[in-house]
């Protein structure tokens, strides 16, 4: 039988990432990406002989259809989540329809009354970053799967990325380099992955008696500038940390260069650690939580894909702490 094409054998001959893949593929809309980068790719996919699944007409009795809703896509790591469910989709020889409702109620709605209309066997409603949700009552008309948000009352199946193993990792690592004044730079204070990263943190340095208390937090909007001053601040306390755990990658770029102006040596004088693992990450070698984003958009599928009653229970994936040299280790 000959081996299935898949996306990453079209990105490696086509010297581009597999996010463009995807997006191009996909035909994700209101994606800048070249001209000549998408037409080198559409020309790879067919000498490939890339198909993105078996045709409807050619599944019969197997002709299985299934519904995608997500909010967004409009940052890096999320194009994992779409890159997942198709994966898992052509590995299970089914068909999946991705509607971007912009997180209007209303075009959720449309899309939910347009999958009932196409027959689909279940859905998949996902968040671009992990959240509590309230989706739209039609979604209780078909099997689904919530992925990457939950419900206030957790009912329903939802998959979730563990974020507290992921802060507790940062902060375990920090302590096994032998760093002792440990700080941290959250994203916004309201979102769900700042609360359970910092709390993942939090327990475990108050398992080692090093937890330095709210003078070490700073929060900031997830971006390189806020990173920037929120580092700056930590730093010129009298006594400044020997380490910081930033709740993304982009804020732990911009701790290294408040670093760097100060002349501080990373990571002698100051260990960071980021999260998300983005692509930017392994060429600045900033060691990094992962988002497992591909297999929890792959485990979701699997569980509506499957026969089992989907009861109500919140599913964690947990991802890896990746070491590179901003705390000591090699690329």
Not at 108 to 118: D, Q, T
């Amino acid at each position: 039988m000959k081996k299935r094409v898949k996306m990453v054998d079209i990105a490696r001959e086509a010297n581009v990432s597999r996010t463009a893949v995807s997006l191009i593929l996909n035909q994700v809309p209101g994606v800048r990406i070249a001209e000549a980068t998408r037409q080198r790719v559409l020309q790879v996919a067919r000498d490939l002989g890339y198909r993105p699944g078996p045709l409807l007409d050619e599944l019969g009795d197997r002709k299985r259809l299934y519904g995608v809703v997500i909010n967004e896509i409009s940052s890096a790591y999320p194009i994992d989540l779409v890159y997942g469910l198709q994966n898992q989709a052509d590995a299970q020889g089914v068909q999946i329809i991705i509607q971007v409702s912009d997180g209007v109620p209303g075009n959720e709605v449309a899309a939910l009354e347009n999958y009932e209309r196409f027959g689909v066997a279940g859905v998949v409603y996902a968040s671009t970053f992990s959240a509590v949700v309230v989706p739209p009552a039609e979604l209780e008309r078909q099997r689904h799967v919530l992925l990457n948000c939950r419900r206030e009352d957790s009912t329903g199946l939802a998959i979730l990325p563990a974020e507290r193993h992921g802060g507790a990792l940062a902060a375990q690592h920090f302590i096994e380099i032998g760093r002792r004044r440990i700080a941290t730079i959250t994203g916004d204070p309201w979102q769900v992955a700042t609360k359970e990263r910092l709390a993942g943190y939090h327990r475990t340095l108050n398992r080692s008696a090093l937890n330095p208390g709210a003078a070490y937090e700073r929060s900031c909007d997830w971006s390189h500038g806020g990173g920037h001053a929120a580092a700056c601040e930590l730093l010129a306390l009298p006594q400044p940390p020997d380490a910081i755990f930033c709740h993304n990658d982009i804020i732990a770029r911009g701790a290294m260069q408040a670093a760097q102006e100060r002349g501080l040596r990373v990571p002698e004088d100051l260990a960071i650690i980021g999260y998300d693992d983005r692509e930017f990450a392994k060429d600045l070698g900033i060691t990094s939580i992962t988002l497992p984003f591909l297999e929890m958009a792959e485990r979701a599928l699997t569980e509506l894909i499957g026969d089992a009653p989907l009861e109500d229970r919140t599913l964690s994936v947990r991802g890896r702490l990746i070491p590179r040299a901003t705390t000591g280790f090699m690329n």
